[in-house]
């Protein structure tokens, strides 16, 4: 450290960190790239449209070129962590679901599933496993959502597919770009008939 600066503490940078993502700077948001993504991905972003974590609307804008977005943010529908289940229980159904926290998007698995359209593209951000310390509970967590303590990107392709499978629905990677700290994973969710997929006839 050189003279004359002061070492912040590890809660002090998390209240700046905090702070600055508080106040939308592009630089926690990425809006840019996202949505260089979300081109890249072409026709498969159309239709009704729902966005988890919106936050204050960069990507809605975007969005709303492309179809009819349901955006949840605090403001607006409050938790998104209860209000998804409200719209689970409206029996609400989606061609695109993007969730956008700024953690792991693990608790919206496997409810969203339930929430799709027989085709439907599934985008999440994921932080790239290190850049926050691995400390014991991230561990946990890891292990126990993703079965790896350090998932791989085919880790979270495995753990995708087991949750997707549960509703017959066979998910395919289709993108997943690394934007400075995280990940954005983009999969297209196609829903089967559980009679194929097992080959077995209702009688
Ligand atoms: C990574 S930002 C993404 C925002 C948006 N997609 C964008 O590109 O600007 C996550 C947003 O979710 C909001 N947020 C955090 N926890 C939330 C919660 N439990 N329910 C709803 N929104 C929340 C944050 O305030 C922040 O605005």
């Not at 529908?77 to 989606?94: H, M, Q, V």
């Not at 290190?130 to 350090?150: L, P």
Request: with cysteine.
């Amino acid at each position: 450290m050189g003279a004359g600066k002061s070492a912040m503490t590890s809660s002090e940078k998390h209240k700046k960190l905090r702070k600055s993502q508080a106040e939308n700077t592009d630089q926690h948001h990425h809006p840019e790239e996202k949505i260089k993504q979300l081109e890249s991905l072409g026709e498969a972003v159309h239709g009704d449209i729902l966005e988890v974590f919106a936050g204050k609307g960069n990507l809605t804008k975007w969005y709303s070129t492309k179809g009819n977005v349901t955006a949840m943010s605090k403001e607006s529908t409050g938790n998104s962590f209860d209000y998804i289940y409200k719209l689970r229980a409206e029996k609400r159904k989606f061609d695109v679901i993007d969730i956008d926290g700024y953690g792991y998007p693990d608790k919206f698995f496997p409810v969203v599933f339930e929430m799709m359209k027989p085709k439907c593209l599934l985008i999440f951000t994921f932080p790239m496993v290190g850049v926050q310390c691995v400390n014991g509970i991230y561990e946990m967590h890891y292990a126990v959502f993703w079965k790896s303590t350090r998932p791989s990107i085919g880790d979270v392709v495995g753990g995708i597919t087991d949750l997707s499978l549960r509703e017959w629905i066979v998910p395919s990677l289709v993108d997943v770009m690394k934007i400075k700290p995280i990940l954005r994973f983009a999969f297209m969710c196609e829903r089967k008939k559980a009679t194929e997929m097992c080959n077995v006839r209702n009688r």
